[in-house]
């Protein structure tokens, strides 16, 4: 198969960690005989800092015209330390998943056996979880109105959805249940939320399409609770925009490290594939980052061409590679780090 993908490594930590979903990627490429064709383009602060735009419209068209997106991460302190900043890097995410129609973001959490003891959480909490997020990615209040009124002292910021945005949310969120454990939880606030009540409602008069999905409703606080208390109760959850974005990183460190998880951003064609950790510019050219949620975004990206052999092959390289003790100093507890570079290298050397 040959494959187009635009490589987007963004800011921070984003070109060290992208630099091993490649070789990996290539590794996979040459052992089942792909060829990728990779497409460089900016994105965040560094696009800023070319052209003043953090998504141009030169890298939405090679995105655009790509079979996926490869992302790394996106931000800079410089624009996190400024509220009066007019154009920030997160803006650029935001453009590109409204542009791309980038609607489901697909975020697993899930356990390795060799990494249960080094969780936050007890062993006896977390083993067995396999869980999956879709948070809704292009509506919500970080696309509504917002804006100052009296002179600046009062500030708002509209949340607003439609049914057809929670429908085809939605949607995804029953038919992927149906895959795995047959169980959906819608997350809202309906108690309090007008918007709330809409997603509410909404997914109750979908129930009737899935009669084998067993569909439970609960109160995002609930849930915040009850994901480090009983995470493995969970199979499929879905919810907007803002409580997904707290929730997936609240669950991602059940696994040990947010080093660890990656994501997809779905829509009607193309989809965007990236871990779901930040640009952690303190970390920025140490050869310090972990590398394995960008590498096991990579094998999302594989996965979701119907690749399913290309996927296992990266996932039991690193499983393999946790096993073995060849991690950063996230996971190292005392023993031996590797450096970014070096775990991307084993790891396509193993593959």
Known sequence: ?????????????????????????????????????????????????????????????????SDAVLFGAIGHPRFDNDPSAKVRPEQGLL????????????????????????????????????LVFLREL??????GEKGRREEGETA?????????????????????AMTRGKKLCCVD????????????????????????????????DAVAMRLVQWPNSYDVLITENLFGDILTDEASVISGSMGLMPSASLGAEIGLFEPIHGSYPQATGLNIANPMATVLSAAMMFENFGLQAEGKAIRDAVNEALNKGIVTEDLADGGKAYGTSEVGDWLAENI
Request: with cysteine.
């Open 189 to 220: 606030k309906a108690n309090v939320l007008e918007t709330s009540r809409l997603w509410r409602e909404t997914v109750q008069a979908m129930e009737k399409d899935y009669p084998e999905v067993e569909v439970s409703y609960e109160f995002v």
């Open 138 to 143: 292009t509506g919500g209040i970080y696309f």
């Open 1 to 65: 198969m040959k494959l187009n993908i635009a490589l987007l490594a963004g800011d921070g930590i984003g070109p060290e960690v992208i630099d091993q979903a490649v070789k990996v990627s290539d590794a996979i490429a040459k052992k089942f005989n792909h060829e990728i064709n990779w497409k460089p383009a900016l994105t965040g602060a560094a696009a800023i800092d070319a052209v003043g735009e953090p998504y141009p419209d030169e890298t939405h068209e090679i995105c655009a015209s």
């Open 95 to 130: 453009k590109m998943r409204k542009k791309l129609g980038l609607f489901a973001n697909v975020r697993p959490t899930f356990t390795f056996p060799s990494l249960l003891d080094k969780s936050p959480l007890k062993r006896e909490r977390i083993e067995g979880t396999d």
């Open 156 to 176: 708002f910021d509209n949340c607003v959805y439609t049914r057809a945005e929670v429908q085809r949310l939605a949607k995804k969120g029953f038919e992927l």
